[in-house]
C-alpha cells in the first residue's frame, strides 16, 4: 500500500504534536517492510529519505493560517489521487473535506478543547477547528486519540460509534532521560543561561489553558519564603499571552526562555529541582512526561488526562490549590529524601509507556484496510 502523511508539523518549531509525528517516523521502519511512505509538506523537509519519499508541493506568500485550509482541502487531495494514496494520516486533528475514492483516511486527535473549553482559544480558530474537525470525524475511517480521557471527551462531543476510536499512548523520546551531569557542568550550564541554584521549571505553551496566572500566583507564595528560587518558563506564545508576559514581566523570581532548542530543553530538565505543570486542560501532557523520563519530580493539577497519565508518578493538587502547590514546591527543594522520592516515583511511572509500541500499533492499523 502507499501510505500518505500530512509532515507539514516539520517544517515548524516541534511541539508536543511535532514530538508526536517525530517519534512514529523514527519507529515505523522498524516495523513496517511492507508498504511505501510518502511525506507530503509544503517544502523539503530531512526525515529518513531511504525510507520514506518527500513529497513538496508547494508555498503561499499568504499567512500560514489562511493557506492551511487551502491546502489541505485542494492541494493535499490532488496529490493524494497523483500518487495512488492508499490510505492517509494526520496528527493535526484535521482531514480533507474532500474524500478520496479508494483511500482511507486515518487522523489523530489529541483534545477537543475547542468543544470542551472554547474560552481556551480565539474565537476564528475556535470555529476553524469545530468546522472541520466535525467533517473530519464524519469522514475519518479511523480515529486515533492519546489517553483514554480524550476518547471519553469525543465521544461526549461527536456523535460517533466507540469503535471507530482507537487509544494508542504515545511512544516518549528516548534521548529525555537522567543525562548525570557533574556539579560543574550544571553550574557552567546555568552560568551560560544565567540561571540561578535553585530553579522551578515549565515547559509548554504561554497561554492561557495551560494556567500561567495560577503558575505565577505559586511563583509570589514561594518568593515569600523563599526568594532565591527562580520560576523558568519555556514556550512558545500561544492565546492570552501578551496579557501574561505583562504579569510574567512584573515578578523577578520568573523568567522566560525563548527559542530553547531540544538540546537545551534536555538539560534544563536536567538541571531543574522542580517541574510545574498547573495546567486546566490536558488530551495527554508530554512535558510531565518529559520531565518524569528525565528524573525531574512533577508537581501538576488534577484534572483531565494528567490524573491518567501522570497519576502516581507526580504530586497532583486540585487547579485551585495554589497554597497547596506551592508547599509542595517548597518541600521538594528542601527535603531532598521527599525529592529523591517523588523523583523514583516519576520513573517508575514512565514504565508504563515505555511497555507500549505506538508505532507498530499504528502499522497494524494500516495493515487492517489491506485485509478487509
Known amino acids: 500500500m502507499n501510505i500518505g502523511i500530512d509532515a507539514r508539523l516539520l517544517e515548524r518549531k516541534i511541539t508536543g504534536i511535532g514530538r508526536v509525528l517525530i517519534n512514529y517516523l523514527n519507529e515505523i ?9 510518502f511525506l507530503f509538506s509544503y517544502g523539503p523537509i530531512n526525515c529518513n529519505p531511504s525510507f520514506y519519499r518527500n513529497i513538496t508541493t508547494s508555498k503561499s506568500k499568504f499567512p500560514q493560517k489562511l493557506f492551511a485550509p487551502i491546502w489541505n482541502n485542494l492541494i493535499l487531495p490532488f496529490y493524494l489521487r497523483k500518487y ?30 475547542y468543544k470542551a473549553d472554547p474560552d481556551f482559544l480565539p474565537l ?22 492519546v489517553s483514554e480521557y480524550s476518547k471519553k471527551d469525543i465521544l461526549k462531543h461527536y456523535n460517533i460509534s466507540e469503535e471507530k476510536i482507537k487509544v494508542i499512548l504515545s511512544s516518549i523520546n528516548p534521548d529525555f532521560k537522567p543525562l548525570n551531569l557533574t556539579e560543574s557542568e550544571k553550574s557552567e550550564f546555568k552560568r551560560v543561561l544565567k540561571l540561578p541554584e535553585t530553579i522551578v521549571l515549565y515547559v509548554g505553551m504561554i497561554e492561557n489553558r495551560k494556567n500561567i496566572y495560577g503558575l505565577l500566583k505559586i511563583a509570589d507564595i514561594v518568593r515569600i519564603k523563599k526568594a532565591d528560587v527562580e520560576f523558568v518558563l519555556v514556550g512558545k506564545k500561544g492565546y492570552g499571552s501578551k496579557k501574561i508576559f505583562k504579569a510574567i514581566n512584573k515578578r523577578p523570581n520568573v523568567k522566560y526562555l525563548s527559542d530553547i532548542d531540544d538540546k537545551t530543553l534536555k538539560k534544563l530538565y536536567n538541571i531543574a529541582d522542580v517541574f510545574l505543570f498547573p495546567s486546566f486542560y490536558e488530551g495527554f501532557g508530554y512535558p510531565p512526561i518529559e520531565a518524569m523520563q528525565s528524573g525531574l519530580p512533577v508537581v501538576t493539577s488534577k484534572n483531565t488526562s494528567l490524573i491518567e497519565i501522570v497519576n502516581s508518578g507526580g ?19 528542601e527535603d531532598r529524601e521527599y525529592h529523591q522520592l517523588i523523583r523514583n516515583k516519576g520513573i517508575e511511572r514512565i514504565k508504563r509507556f515505555n ?18
Open 315 to 333: 504530586i497532583m493538587h486540585d487547579v485551585k490549590d495554589i497554597e497547596l502547590m506551592a508547599n509542595d514546591v517548597l518541600k521538594l527543594i
Open 84 to 113: 495512488k494514496i492508499d490510505i492517509l494520516f494526520s496528527v493535526n486533528q484535521i482531514l480533507p473535506l474532500i474524500k478520496i475514492k479508494n483511500c482511507k483516511y486515518v487522523f489523530m486527535v489529541h483534545d477537543v478543547i
Open 29 to 37: 521502519p522498524l516495523y513496517d517492510k511492507r508498504n511505501k511512505y
Open 355 to 372: 511497555q507500549n509500541n505506538p508505532a507498530k500499533e499504528l502499522v497494524d492499523i494500516f495493515n487492517s484496510f489491506n485485509s478487509n
Open 124 to 145: 476564528i480558530y475556535r470555529k476553524y477547528l469545530q468546522f472541520f474537525a466535525y467533517f473530519s470525524t464524519k469522514i475519518c475511517d479511523k480515529i486515533l486519540t
